[in-house]
């Protein structure tokens, strides 16, 4: 019989770094275009999964020696290679028992029709404008489950002031894949409260000014920044932005950019290659996280 113990156990084995087990019932009132049952109408749990990204990957761009590792390795490695083939061997542990298994990685560059965010971590992302449920009273697909709400119904960690997802232990140096299914396992209970304790390090520490003291983050602003427009990125030259009026706004993080600037400026921005990933070098050297992971250690809060 399957039993949440044995998913734990098979999913510690294969690699990730926590399980937590969500019980549907938390997602009711959910948007359906981001609700597990809009997926599998009859599920009954959430499997949510964490992987750590290293601490040395954080490390390394802080000091100003490395930044491609975190890029690879940090992101696209976890999201593209290693969450796919745990996912699909977690789905056919699941699937061999009877169960649906809905595999759930991280949609990296789609975004749900109205949602006009974007994601700093690729080259560009595509909102879903286009499309139209299949019927009356159902969603349009695709349907993008909101990570951060699944995390948090798992009882693995809760939002922080910046965004990010932040763990006992980990910190915000995670990352998840969950599984939508139908198996009847013994839930746990979702995270109370939050560690994020309002410090507003992270708001202080990004060089882009992306984060606002309530909390609102400008996405088009940190994807400029994560892709390195700001002085502090150690591989700026005089080159970068030359005769441009702006220039020292923007290298001084002082320019406030939305889609259609932030896309202007992603042409000009050219320090390390894109390709053949697709996916941006992290330039800013994740300093929001950084900030966020010392100080929670210094208080002893992980
Ligand atoms: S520090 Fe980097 S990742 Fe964090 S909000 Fe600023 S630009 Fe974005
Ligand atoms: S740095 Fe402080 S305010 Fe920002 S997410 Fe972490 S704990 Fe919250």
Known sequence: MLTAQIIKEKALELGASAVGIGDIKYFEGTNPQRDPKS?????????????????ALYNVMESGKQFFNYTQLGTKFI?????????????SLIENEGYDACLQRNVSNLRIKGDKTTN????????????????????????????????????????????HVIMPKFGPYVRFVFIVTDAPL???????????????????ACPGHAIAEDGTINTWQCAVYYRGAHKSNPFMTDEFLKGDPEREAVINGDKVFNRESAREMYKKIDFLPTAPTGYSPCLCGKKCDTACYKHLKEKNAL
């Open 186 to 204: 013994e839930c746990d209970k979702p995270f109370e409260g939050t560690l994020c304790d309002n410090c507003d390090e992270c708001v202080k």
């Open 79 to 91: 999201d593209e290679e290693m969450s796919e083939i745990f996912l699909l061997k977690m789905g």
């Open 120 to 163: 700093p971590e690729l080259g560009d992302t595509y909102e879903l404008v286009f499309v139209e449920p299949v019927e009356e009273g159902k969603p349009a697909p695709e349907i993008i489950m909101d990570f951060n709400q699944a995390a948090r119904i798992c009882g693995l960690g809760a939002a922080g002031k910046n965004g």
């Open 39 to 55: 997926i599998l109408p009859n599920a009954t749990c959430v499997i949510g999964f964490a992987f750590r990204v290293p601490r």
